[in-house]
């Protein structure tokens, strides 16, 4: 099983979210970097427009690769008071790791956005996509600066994902969307033959060319007759 890229992952994920396709309320968010190649790939056949929203994990000092808790776009964070009991983390610790994660994110936010507004999600569809569910701590930090927002409905979409993961962010979530849950997940790479490192200026084209065919879809050919249409 896995995917043999995050591509072609999006590609086996849009096929479980055709009823958003083609309509006017829906708008697909990437949690970059990773989860942006995915989000592409749905965005295009859904004729949806694309967007990023910016979450940073809060990894364990000394130990970064084990998150904490994130931190997203608007202050929003979740934190898992279960593993800050057993690390023992120090309040001071803990708001020194915020403070660098926010910096990153607001560095980010710039970078992938620059000036362009976020946008206005009152009665919409948010489907945001990363490229897998571990922990689910940034994906439950989006979910809830999402929220903030006041979207009509919030789908997580993912091509793989830890079982309990995707139980649990169905309490977040309106809709939780997973192509496979496997039994042993380890961490997400595991189930991508390649898994390199998305950089900051393959987001960035991403965004481009997403924003680009969304618009030439929609003034210049019917969607039904585009290529690459569901």
């Known amino acids: 099983m896995g995917f043999r890229d995050r591509e072609a992952a999006g590609r086996e ?10 309509r006017t309320d829906v708008v697909v968010f990437a949690l970059p970097r990773g989860g942006v190649p995915v989000a592409y790939e749905v965005a295009l056949r859904l004729h949806a427009p694309l967007d990023v929203l910016t979450v940073r994990k ?27 009991g057993v690390v023992r983390v120090s309040r001071d610790e803990l708001f020194d790791v915020i403070h660098r994660e926010l910096a990153e994110l607001d560095r980010r936010e710039q970078l992938y956005r620059g000036n362009r507004p976020f946008p206005n999600l009152k009665g919409k569809i948010a489907i945001v ?21 006041g979207p009509a409905r ?28 496997p039994v042993e ?5 595991v189930h991508y033959q390649n ?28 969607p039904e007759t585009y290529p690459g249409a569901l």
Do not use: W
């Not at 996509?129 to 927002?149: E, F, P, W, Y």
């Not at 898994?195 to 481009?208: C, I, P, W």
């Open 154 to 181: 919030i789908v997580v979409a993912v091509p793989v994902g830890a079982s309990e993961t995707c139980t649990m962010l169905r309490s977040y979530a309106d809709e939780v969307v997973c192509v496979q849950t």
């Open 58 to 84: 809060l990894g364990v000092p000394g130990h970064r690769e084990l998150a904490m808790g994130a931190i997203s776009s608007g202050g929003h964070y979740v934190l898992d008071e279960e593993l800050l």
């Open 185 to 189: 997940f380890g961490a997400v790479g």
């Open 13 to 22: 994920l849009v096929a479980l979210l055709a009823r958003y396709a083609r």
């Open 195 to 222: 898994f390199n490192q998305v950089s900051d200026d393959e987001v960035r084209v991403l965004l481009a060319r997403a924003a680009y065919h969304y618009d030439v879809t929609r003034a210049v050919e019917p």
């Open 129 to 149: 996509v990363d490229d897998g569910l571990a922990t689910g701590a940034t994906m439950s930090a989006a979910v809830k600066a999402l929220r903030a927002q």
